[in-house]
Nanobody, 130 residues
Framework: EVQLVESGGGLVQAGGSLRLSCAAS????????IGWFRQAPGKEREGVSC????????YYADSVKGRFTISSDNAKNTVYLQMNSLKPEDTAVYYC???????????????????????WGKGTLVTVSS
């Protein structure tokens, strides 16, 4: 059974940093990608970032480009989202999700990425105070 467990959320002041972790288990295949999504109250879920385990390609939404960095420790089956220069508008529940694919990260996230994901974590809350 595939499981994704997020951690690292919390309360931080604007301009601060947080590192989210997504621990994956139960995968019996090597070709998958991990995406980070977020959903703020009253807003639709947004694809934030993605990394492909197949080719290491990455994707960032324009809203986080230059501030967030996604990385993967394959030995630990863990994907990280380093979030710097946080803004109040980054406040949301952050979810990691996985999709079994060999596609590049940009292609995964370019068209209805939420619908493309096969597995979801339960989320971790990030609150950025002004």
């Amino acid at each position: 059974e595939v499981q994704l467990v997020e951690s690292g959320g919390g309360l931080v002041q604007a301009g601060g940093s947080l590192r989210l972790s997504c621990a994956a288990s139960g995968f019996t295949f090597d070709d998958y990608a991990i995406g980070w999504f977020r959903q703020a109250p009253g807003k639709e879920r947004e694809g934030v970032s993605c990394i492909s385990r197949s080719d290491g390609s990455t994707y960032y939404a324009d809203s986080v480009k230059g501030r967030f960095t996604i990385s993967s420790d394959n030995a630990k089956n863990t994907v990280y989202l380093q979030m710097n220069s946080l803004k109040p508008e980054d406040t949301a529940v952050y979810y990691c999700a996985a999709v079994v694919t060999t596609a590049q990260a940009m292609d995964i996230m370019s068209n209805s990425p939420s619908a493309a994901m096969d597995y979801w974590g339960k989320g971790t809350l990030v609150t950025v105070s002004s």
